[in-house]
């Protein structure tokens, strides 16, 4: 079946510092990556959307400066937060998917713990 | 708008019982459903699907059908186990958006 490779899968850093994940399709190619963070008693909340070659599109109340997103092939997606803070820290979750009549694939997630 | 409502949780059940989550969808149109399942620090994958009224997704014990009537695809199992212990999320998908339910996490004990 399709594989997302999500790394790293936890990473502690200090505030202020950046961080960047990455989320890889193994075995097929992604039209469309999305990027989620897990909250505290499980619900998901979408981040961004993002297509290869063009510029992701981040959900209100997401500040795009702040969590960068970069799609620079159909198998690469990487999430970039900049200037970590304590509340920065979180699960995050990145899915893709083939087309637009494909399930999502997720990722294993990144736990995310700034200090 | 298009939504997802699934039964909160957590639900716990002893194993070999009989277990239904409830999902109900809100679409404009004709979306797919999806379930989802999320075992402990891990992300999520999918566990069944249905694409049209009246399908019937199964995997690994599990089944949801969909139907249009009621709007509804809730998700069942005759005999869980233990290592079925996880978050369940409803999910639809409709012009290119998912949606995705507040997820349920079942407990099931020896």
């Known amino acids: 079946g399709a594989v997302v490779s999500q790394h790293p899968s936890r990473v502690i850093c200090k505030s202020g510092t950046s961080v960047k994940i990455e989320c890889r399709s193994l075995?097929?190619?992604?039209?469309?990556m999305f990027w989620y963070r897990q909250f505290p008693k499980q619900s998901l909340m979408l981040m961004a959307t993002?297509?290869?070659?063009?510029?992701?599109?981040?959900e209100q109340g997401v500040e795009k400066d702040k969590f960068l997103i970069n799609h620079a092939s159909l198998t690469l997606s990487t999430l970039t937060v900049t200037s970590a803070h304590p509340e920065d820290s979180s699960f995050y979750i990145c899915?893709?998917?083939?087309?637009?009549?494909?399930?999502?694939?997720f990722g294993n997630g990144t736990r995310l713990t700034v200090t | 708008g298009d939504s997802v409502t699934q039964m909160e949780g957590p639900v716990t059940l002893s194993e070999e019982a009989f277990l239904t989550i409830n999902c109900t969808y809100t679409?404009?149109?004709?979306?797919?459903l999806f379930w989802y399942v999320q075992y402990p620090g891990e992300g999520l994958q999918l566990l069944l699907k249905a694409t049209k009224a009246d399908d019937k997704g199964s995997n690994k014990g599990f089944e949801a059908t969909y139907r249009k009537e009621t709007t509804s695809f809730h998700l069942e199992k005759g005999s869980v186990q233990v290592s079925d212990s996880a978050v369940y999320f409803c999910?639809?998908?409709?012009?290119?958006?998912?949606?995705f339910g507040s997820g349920t996490k079942l407990n099931v004990k020896p």
């Open positions: 999910a639809l998908t409709y012009f290119n958006k998912f949606y």
């Open positions: 679409a404009t149109g004709y979306p797919s």
């Open positions: 993002s297509n290869e070659g063009s510029k992701a599109t981040y």
């Open positions: 899915s893709a998917q083939q087309d637009e009549n494909s399930p999502l694939h």
């Open positions: 075995d097929f190619q992604a039209t469309t």
